[in-house]
């Protein structure tokens, strides 16, 4: 007898059957010819605003590049380029800025040097009255470019008087926001002011839609002055999970992918129409000590470094030669980074130098200094300090980089063979940053700076100065978290910030340098690598800016504007030259970043089909070992 | 049903909710790191700057009882504060943007589940050491022990990143979205597909293996032997007989995963980028969002206990004996 249950459920599956093939891609509706072509770009990082003074993140700084112009923006290799001014010309302290003649804001009013003088003189102010605007990401910038006046004279001229003639002026972020919409903001006011899609741009593309924690979308700016993307909308989507994001990228839905891990690029390596970039970093991942004390003599009640040693450049200096930074990349960062020497990183070319006296991995050298330093052993085999305790240090570091705990076990290892004990403990970062703050953070009860080396990173501006500065005396209390200080080198920076040419400054630069890597307040791991990967089947015309770094979130949005539709070029771009898959430090270094994309030609259908056979066989497997097992024991069972 | 049981049932309920209350209130307090402190990314930013938005958020005043009273106060009145990081938006607001989203997920998932799962539990249990039964329970017994991110991962691989079927994920296609409103709905069906089977999947498995212990409990009972011994057919035997019993225990277990629905599978949500309560709480978590986060545990634990409520009351309905 056919069962009716039977009939039912078959009815029912077949329902089913017709729903899901209706929302198959064939049934959904072809694309239009008038519809817009969209750019997609995946990140993991979370948008935190759309107010460009207050936000903290790189995808901040991309969403408001994308939206606004600088006053110069920023070219293939963070140079300086016509921006919201299409030239500029310098008269002693003063610089002449010419505005576009004609430009228009993306509601089609006037774009006016008025503009330009209320934007920077929001930061003007804030300096003036020794605060900031907003979260403080912009305006030390103006600080920083020893910029003292602006004057707006006419429509089409800004002119910005500086206290000194370095190029840093030109480098400056700050957006121009259109003074006929923010007019009524204050330097006091700009960093709670409600920035609400759309906004209102000079840029190539403005926000017009923004989903908190999903997407942000921007468009083609009709009045832009610059080139002309191929792309009419530019959507920006945050992940919570780079798996999601990478599986995106292959399926085509996104065209761009930041940070994928190690693993994840090097699977993308062998992906069709795919090509990974791996690009310098500016910035460094440090074991930062904690020297409180050091050329000030002061203590923490209750707080401060476990040991004195960590006052002694000597102490320092021997423990860097534990630490094997190839190690760290080939191991942690799955061979994607630098190693780390001194504290302007390489990516800023003319500026880094490597150290005079560099410190090779030589453990029993580390042991060798220690002893002379006057740290020896106990009978136990624990090194012990001058006050003849047992050095054991703690390190702290925070929750948000998977690498830092892997990068902490390697160097308690180092450590353990000097007979130096290492606890480790992972803070959420506002948790950490309290931790690190010494009594001149502003709260002498709360903040007692508990630690002995954290490990953390920083990244840079195009100017090394932003890095530079944490190691001055007045940064303790706030940025500094080796909490160093050291008069001469406080003394080396006021003067490069002065310095008449740029080759006087590299050589004050070289010194400043040398100077931290021989005192050793900071241990730089590595310089950290940018990971990327993007599409080469819909978009052409990718440039990596700077050279040696990725095409987005870097400097400037220049690259938005050049891409073309892949599909109408006549070929391809040649795949650059490559580093293998895996190689140490090479692989990140200029010139040698990226990996050819077509490697392969597997194609992802055949990938797909072999995981559905392999899917199949195991239930298969599954299935039958289950109905083997109950045919044995099923006797029983019917008992 | 006896309005004392009711009454009774009601009074636990309401008290249960304003424990919670002061205890969702204590509970994000105490938690390391505070709000104020992510300002702290900040390098540059001054003591008084810190204390301002301290002053701005109320985060100046003592826990207890103020900002205690407070709370209590603006929840009674529906009013629960703003995002910190949404802009300043209303909580209630956030939370009603994300609760849909989770609704339509989890409901369906649940629906799918509770469809699928006892059939096959009562078929498994009804032809107990059939193919169905040893395929089925197996099957269950994996499905059941597997998270979320294991069965979703694998189908995103399959279905969106190799056959191209449908997307990876998101609730609906960004920049070039279709503007009629069938586009639409097949936008969002498309979208929906592997989320959906990935939270039916892993709900399936536990229906299934319940429902079947609890046909196998009611085949063993008198009155089935009865029903047999009238020469009834195998089919009624089943649907008038054995499920109606065996859907009792079913009830309470269904009435409390719907309480759940709310809460959504975070899991699942954060591996499809499904913009709903799962997704909300991480998102509010990494950002110390206390207002939000005391939201989204208020609304999961009062639908909790309102579920507990249901089930009780409908429970008390089906079986008199519990009244008493």
Not at chain 2, 181 to 191: E, F, N, S
Request: net charge negative; charged share 20%.
């Amino acid at each position: 007898m056919r069962s009716p249950m039977r009939g039912r459920a078959g009815r029912a599956l077949a329902a089913l059957a017709l729903v899901f093939a209706a929302l198959l891609p064939g049934a959904a509706a072809p694309a239009a010819a008038a519809d817009p072509v969209v750019l997609r770009v995946g990140t993991t990082q979370d948008l935190d605003s759309i107010n460009p003074y207050a936000t903290v993140e790189v995808v901040g700084f991309e969403a408001f590049a994308l939206t606004y112009n600088l006053l110069t923006d920023f070219g293939e290799n963070a140079e300086p380029i016509p921006g919201f001014a299409d030239s500029w010309t310098r008269e002693a302290h003063d610089v002449k800025f010419h505005i576009r003649t004609g430009m228009k804001w993306s509601d089609g009013q006037p774009a006016t040097s008025a503009d330009a003088c209320f934007s920077w003189q929001l930061s003007l102010d804030a300096i003036k009255a020794d605060t900031n605007v907003g979260l403080g990401y912009i305006d030390p910038n103006v600080k920083d470019a020893g910029v003292t006046k602006v004057d707006c004279p006419d429509p089409e001229t800004m002119i910005v008087t500086t206290d000194d003639q370095s190029d840093r002026v030109f480098q400056t972020y700050v957006p121009i926001l259109p003074k006929h919409i923010w007019s009524k903001e204050t330097y006091k006011t700009m960093g709670d002011a409600k920035f609400t899609a759309p906004l209102v741009g000079t840029g190539p593309y403005t926000l017009a839609e923004w989903k908190t924690s999903q997407f942000a979308r921007f468009v083609r700016n009709p009045n832009y002055w610059g080139p002309k993307g191929f792309e009419d909308e530019v959507v920006i989507q945050f992940f919570k999970t780079p798996d999601t994001m990478v599986q995106s990228l292959k399926s085509g839905e996104l065209d761009y992918a930041r940070d994928p891990n190690a693993q994840q690029l090097k699977a993308l390596q062998s992906e069709p129409n795919v090509k990974t970039v791996v690009g310098a970093a500016n910035g460094w991942t440090q074991l930062a000590f904690n020297t409180y004390g050091t050329g000030t003599g002061k203590t923490i009640p209750g707080g401060g470094a476990s040991t004195k040693a960590l006052q002694d450049a000597a102490f320092r200096d021997a423990l860097g030669y534990a630490v094997d930074h190839k190690t760290l990349i080939d191991r942690v960062l799955g061979g994607f980074g630098d190693p780390g020497d001194t504290i302007v990183p390489p990516v800023l070319g003319q500026w880094h130098v490597t150290p005079d006296k560099p410190r090779a991995f030589d453990i029993e050298k580390a042991k060798s200094l220690l002893d002379a330093a006057g740290y020896k052993l106990d009978s136990s085999g624990n090194r012990l300090d001058k006050e003849g305790k047992p050095i054991s240090l703690r390190l702290v570091m925070p929750d948000s980089d998977e690498n830092y705990p892997k990068a902490a076990a390697f160097i308690k290892e180092w450590y353990g063979q000097l007979g130096i004990k290492l606890s480790t403990t992972v803070y959420d970062s506002d948790t950490l940053t309290s931790l690190l703050l010494p009594p001149e953070g502003g709260d002498p009860k709360a903040n007692l700076a508990k630690y002995d080396i954290e490990l953390w990173g920083w990244s840079g501006n195009p100017d090394p100065n932003a890095l530079l500065q944490i190691f001055r005396c007045d940064a303790i209390g706030g940025t500094s978290d080796s909490l160093y200080c050291n008069p001469e080198y406080d003394k080396l920076y006021d003067q490069q910030l002065k310095a008449p040419s740029a080759d006087a400054r590299h050589q004050l630069l070289a010194q400043m340098q040398n100077l931290i890597y021989d005192q050793a307040p900071y241990d730089i791991l590595y310089y950290d690598a940018n990971l990327a990967a993007y599409r080469t089947d819909k978009f052409a015309g990718w440039v990596n800016m700077p050279s040696n770094g990725t095409p987005f979130f870097s400097y400037g949005t220049l690259n938005y504007t050049v891409l073309t539709d892949a599909t109408a070029a006549p070929s391809q771009p040649p795949a650059e030259a490559s580093a293998a898959p895996g190689a140490s430090g090479a692989a990140a270094s200029p010139g040698a970043s990226s990996a050819p994309a077509d490697t392969t030609n597997t194609s992802s259908g055949s990938n797909t089909a072999l995981i559905v056979i392999g899917v199949i066989v195991a239930l298969a497997i599954v299935g039958g070992l289950i109905l083997a097992n109950r045919r044995r024991t099923g006797g029983t069972e019917e008992e | 049903m006896g309005s004392r049981y009711l009454g009774r049932k009601l009074s636990q309920a309401a008290l249960t909710i304003v424990a919670i209350v002061i205890l969702n209130f204590l509970l994000f307090r105490a938690m390391p790191g505070s709000p104020e402190r992510i300002l702290l990314r900040n390098p540059h930013i001054t003591q008084e700057q810190l204390e301002a938005v301290r002053a701005r958020w109320g985060l100046d005043r003592p826990l207890i009882p103020d900002q205690l009273v407070d709370y209590i106060a603006s929840t009674a009145t529906g009013d629960l504060g703003y995002s910190l990081k949404f802009q300043g938006k209303p909580v209630v607001d956030v939370i009603a943007d994300s609760l849909w989203p989770t609704v339509l997920l989890i409901g369906l998932g649940e629906l799918v589940a509770i469809t699928i799962g006892l059939s096959i539990g009562a078929y498994a249990g009804w032809k107990r050491g059939g193919v169905v039964d040893r395929v089925g329970s197996g099957i269950s017994l994996i499905l059941y022990s597997m998270p979320y991110f294991v069965i979703g991962m694998p189908l995103i691989i399959i279905f969106a990143a190799g056959l191209h079927w449908f997307p990876t994920s998101g609730m609906t296609s960004v920049g070039g979205r279709p503007t009629d409103p069938i586009g639409q709905l097949v936008d969002l069906g498309r979208h929906l597909v592997l989320p959906l089977v990935t939270v039916a999947l892993g709900l399936i498995g536990s229906y299934s293996i319940i429902m079947r212990s609890a046909i196998l409990e009611t085949r063993s009972e008198d009155y089935m032997t009865t029903a047999r011994a009238k020469g009834i057919s195998d089919v009624r035997q089943l649907r008038s007989h054995a499920l109606p019993n065996a859907l009792l225990p079913m009830v309470t277990i269904i009435a409390i995963n719907l309480g759940y629905v709310v809460a959504g599978a975070i899991t699942a949500e954060i591996v499809f980028n499904w913009p709903g309560l799962g997704s909300l709480t991480v998102t509010a978590l990494s950002a110390r969002d206390y207002p939000v986060l005391q939201g989204v545990f208020l609304l999961l634990s009062v639908a909790v206990v309102l579920a507990n409520l249901v089930a009780d009351v409908v429970y008390g309905l089906l079986d008199p004996r519990v009244r008493s």
